[in-house]
């Protein structure tokens, strides 16, 4: 008998043995995709989920975002201006702690990144990610040397946590007017080598002060800076020379640097990934493609507008295409304030001679805060911030909780799983709650920078800057000062910001 049931047991337990080996084994969860868009300029009240009136401007993507996602009505940049926002975004510490990267650099300036830091992008690609970055840099490149625009030009983003790059070295209306790729300048002839100087006039291209006829986009008031080298029928801030066939032309601008977007998504969808994507759009000069022209209610500068709000919807359809939305969290915010604002409505429109097309015609950009671009009032920081991950992000909510885009390092750590080193992103706070719906609150405080060492600063509702103090809870316009009548807040408060400033870090 025991004979018999021997090789019956043996065949059971085989087959029980196969079975369970052919279950397959649950595959472990994909970490999500990061995707971060970063526009430029744009202002509190310049898309349709912000206010913007549809007879003025109208963007169906970037508000098919907010119907999808978290739309913040208190979130911040960095900054009020480019450069320090910038850094801000990628190391996770308040620029003014790092002379090199406070203010707005020239297209010539070195790198002030220290290369090897553990940044955004590095905390994403050593944990797995591909990490891309494509559009505006404006952080320097070299080390402090000539910059080689003819060799390869590092150290940049490739040597900051990025694992391919193409971008422009500064603004649109900074030379070199060319889109390096990885290391090198893209369709570069080394028969036509570029020179470019910030000190002197290069070479014998026309000059806007010269030859202002010789730009289609005509040099506006003296003085503004833009008066030098005219490429491709623009007059740009510097000179340069050489390299005719890698100048870009500001009216596929956009359209290039958004098919570099979809590129990098559709080459990395098999893996996970961070796209950081610094739109060009809405900065001058204000050139979008044809298709644009007029289309708004606002003259050229909603006309940027909906250019920009078709990137997004670029971008977002490659995500559906390639059914990736689910699986990519995206932000989606600004740089910094609206440049026209009041006193002055035209703002850095004035560089360029638009003519009629620079009425806004009653467009308000930053949405009735008071100041813009170039100050920290609240219309300077205070921008679109717009969270989506379909299923862990709520759909069609507004979130009132104090983030700053110096917050994603800290806030992105946890939801990897890493541990940030005591020494990195001194000044990012985890806000992860906050930025996945499941927390009405974020931060405490924040500092609030200009350029240089100008700053203020909020606590809670609170705000101090330049000796005024405001409650922003009840005078969102800033027209209150209560300093007189809350001396004692107002001397903590700037106490606090003087703390704050010489610490180190402020994350704990």
Known sequence: ?????????????????????????????RKPNILVILSDDLGYGDAGCYGAKPEHVVTPNIDRLAKDGLRFT????????????????????????NKLEWGILPG???????PGSFTLPQMFRT??????FVGKWHLGLGDGGTIDWNGEVKPGPMEVGFSSAFYMPATGDRVPTVF???HRVDHL?????????????????PTGSEDPDAAYVLL??????????????????????????ALWTDEKLMDRLTDEAVAFIRTNQAKPFFLYFATHGIHEPRVPAQRFVGKSGCGVYGDQIEELDDSVGRVLQTLDDLKLADHTLVVFSSDNGGSPQGGNPLGDMRAYRYGARSNLHGHVPNGGLRGG???????????????????????????????????????????????????????????????????????????????????????????????QLYDLSNDLSETHDLAQEQPDRAQAMAARLKELQAAKKTRI
């Open 189 to 205: 002839d080394p028969a036509d080598p570029i020179k470019v100087s910030y000190q002197m006039k290069i070479g014998a291209e």
């Open 74 to 97: 208190d979130a911040h940049a960095p900054a009020s201006v480019c450069t320090p926002s910038r850094y801000s975004l990628l190391t996770g510490e308040y620029a003014f702690r």
């Open 180 to 182: 390096i790729r990885d």
């Open 127 to 132: 944990n797995g990610y591909a990490t891309g």
């Open 220 to 245: 506006g008031a003296k003085g503004q800076g833009h008066e030098n080298t005219i490429t491709k029928g623009v007059s740009r801030i510097g000179w340069m020379s050489g390299g005719h066939a």
């Open 108 to 114: 010539d300036a070195p790198l002030g990144i220290k």
């Open 373 to 467: 671009k170039g100050n920290v009032y609240e219309g300077g920081t205070r921008e679109p911030f717009i969270v989506r991950w379909p299923g862990h992000v709520p759909a069609g909510k507004a979130a009132p909780a104090l983030v700053s885009l110096t917050d994603l390092e800290a806030s992105f750590a946890r939801l990897l799983g890493v541990k940030l080193p005591d020494d990195a992103a001194p000044d990012s706070m985890d806000v992860l709650d906050a930025l996945l719906g499941k927390s009405p609150t974020g931060r405490h405080e924040l500092a609030e920078h200009r350029a240089v060492s100008s700053c203020a600063l909020r606590v809670d509702n609170w705000k101090f800057i330049n000796g």
């Open 1 to 29: 008998m025991k004979s018999f049931l021997r090789p019956m047991l043996a065949a059971l337990l085989a087959a029980v043995t196969a079975a369970e080996s052919a279950t397959p084994t649950p595959a472990p969860e």
